[in-house]
């Protein structure tokens, strides 16, 4: 069986957990097909026969390529087992309000695209401090210190929770070969 791990990542942080994902498909014996939907040229080549998606949140929303490839494939998405992987910091703020706004940032993406995903898993994601302009990391300390994040800016600081993001790709493997 071929999955496609198909993403969209602005800062590194949810290509890394693509590759983590895809790593773990090989693991448990199939092969993983990874892409970035800003280069989806070849994957038409080939017909995945499941398929995991990832991409982050900035600003509230999903990047417009990532959106644009859902619209447009979302019909054969729907005919393959599917799962979607959010990323996002508010995941993991100390405030119950920023967690639950999280768990809806999906929402937005399926009413508009149709598409409804077998499965949503929600990943923490980093804050690349040391890689943000002055601006960046001015607001993104400020987004810090509202959910009880570190602010020490002079390091970045990653959230993922490796072990759960391993335990959702096998459950989805073993669902999808059954
Ligand atoms: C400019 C910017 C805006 C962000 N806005 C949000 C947001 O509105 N909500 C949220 O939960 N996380 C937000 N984040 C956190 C990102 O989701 C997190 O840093 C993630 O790891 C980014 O993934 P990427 O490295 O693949 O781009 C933002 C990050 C940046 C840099």
Redesign the pocket.
């Known amino acids: 069986m071929t999955i496609l791990v198909a ?11 693509a590759e983590h994902i895809a790593a773990q498909v090989e693991k448990a014996g199939e092969r993983a097909a990874l892409f970035n939907v800003a280069s989806m040229a070849e994957y038409a080549l080939e017909r995945p026969d499941a398929a995991i998606l990832c ?7 999903y ?1 417009a390529p990532f959106v644009d490839f859902v619209e447009r494939e979302k019909d054969w998405l729907a005919s393959v087992p599917n799962a979607f992987v959010s ?5 993991r ?1 100390d405030d119950a309000a ?1 967690r639950e ?2 768990l809806h ?1 999906p929402d937005a993406l399926m009413a508009q695209s149709g598409w409804m995903p077998g499965a949503v898993h929600h990943a ?5 401090f040391t890689e ?1 302009d002055f601006f ?1 990391r001015w ?2 300390k400020r ?1 810090a210190e509202r959910e009880g994040a570190p602010t020490d800016v002079g390091h970045d600081h990653e ?2 929770d490796w072990a759960a993001l391993d335990a959702f790709t096998v459950d989805f493997v073993s669902n999808a070969k059954s």
């Not at 990323?87 to 995941?91: D, H, K, P, R, W």
Request: glycine share 8%; charged share 20%.
């Open positions: 993403y969209t990542s602005i800062e590194g942080q949810t290509r890394k957990i991409a982050p949140i900035h600003a509230g929303r990047p990323v996002s910091l508010f995941i703020s920023e706004e999280a940032f923490a994601g980093a804050l690349r943000y960046k607001m993104m987004m959230f993922t």
